[in-house]
């Protein structure tokens, strides 16, 4: 059993920055993947970036590439998103994910966290 558990969410004004962390307690087996996740108001829940726990390489979706980096601290199980150049529509709850989904963009994961509030004011 995993527990993931988000920090570091709050509001910022546009062009400002946030680093998001995912704490995850239990064991993250080699062949998982974390991701990122958010969900606007009135929206679908959305993927926003993901890792191979294995190696490490990630994948970003492009509206957030270049602005959005995840990264990880392996020997303390936890992963983090640092947002930067943040726009209104960034607003959403953001979730950290792990597990084996069929396809790391979607929602198939195993493991969610609860959600943290990023809020960005034009």
């Known amino acids: 059993q995993v527990q993931l558990v988000e920090s570091g969410g709050g509001s910022v004004q546009t062009g400002g920055s946030l680093r998001l962390s995912c704490a995850a307690s239990?064991?993250?087996?080699?062949?998982?993947?974390m991701g990122w996740f958010r969900q606007a108001p009135g929206k679908e829940r959305e993927f926003v970036a993901c890792?191979?726990?294995?190696?490490?390489?990630?994948y970003t979706t492009e509206s957030v590439k270049g602005r959005f980096t995840i990264s990880r601290d392996y020997g303390k199980n936890t992963m983090t998103l640092q947002m930067n150049s943040l726009k209104p529509e960034d607003t959403a709850v953001y979730y950290c994910?792990?597990?084996?989904?069929?396809?790391?963009?979607?929602?198939?994961?195993?493991?969610w966290g609860q959600g943290t509030q990023v809020t960005v004011s034009s």
């Open positions: 994910a792990a597990g084996t989904p069929l396809t790391a963009v979607g929602d198939g994961y195993d493991y």
């Open positions: 890792m191979w726990w294995i190696d490490g390489s990630t």
């Open positions: 239990g064991r993250i087996e080699s062949s998982y993947v």
